[in-house]
C-alpha cells in the first residue's frame, strides 16, 4: 500500500509522461514504427494511471484510437 502522498506523485509522474509522448507523437521526425512503440508505452502508462487517477482524470487521458503517421 501507498500513502497519499506518494500516490500523489505517481499520478504526477504518469501524466508528465503521457503528456510528452503525446508532444512527440505530432513530431513529424519520429518514423511510424518508433511511433507505434510509444502508443504501446502510452497504453500500459494509461492503464496504471486508471488505478489511481478520478473518471474525469481518465477520460482526459484516454488513449486516441487515431494511429500517426
Do not use: S, W
Not at 503525446?22 to 511510424?32: A, M, P
Not at 502510452?42 to 473518471?55: D, E, P
Request: hydrophobic share 35%.
Amino acid at each position: 500500500m501507498i500513502n497519499d502522498l506518494e500516490r500523489q506523485e505517481v499520478q504526477y509522474l504518469l501524466k508528465r509522461e503521457m503528456e510528452e509522448i503525446t508532444f512527440d507523437l505530432g513530431d513529424q521526425r519520429i518514423d511510424v514504427g518508433m511511433k507505434r512503440a510509444m502508443e504501446e508505452r502510452y497504453v500500459v502508462l494509461y492503464h496504471i494511471f486508471r488505478r489511481f487517477a478520478t473518471r474525469e482524470e481518465c477520460l482526459q487521458y484516454m488513449p486516441a484510437r487515431k494511429r500517426y503517421n
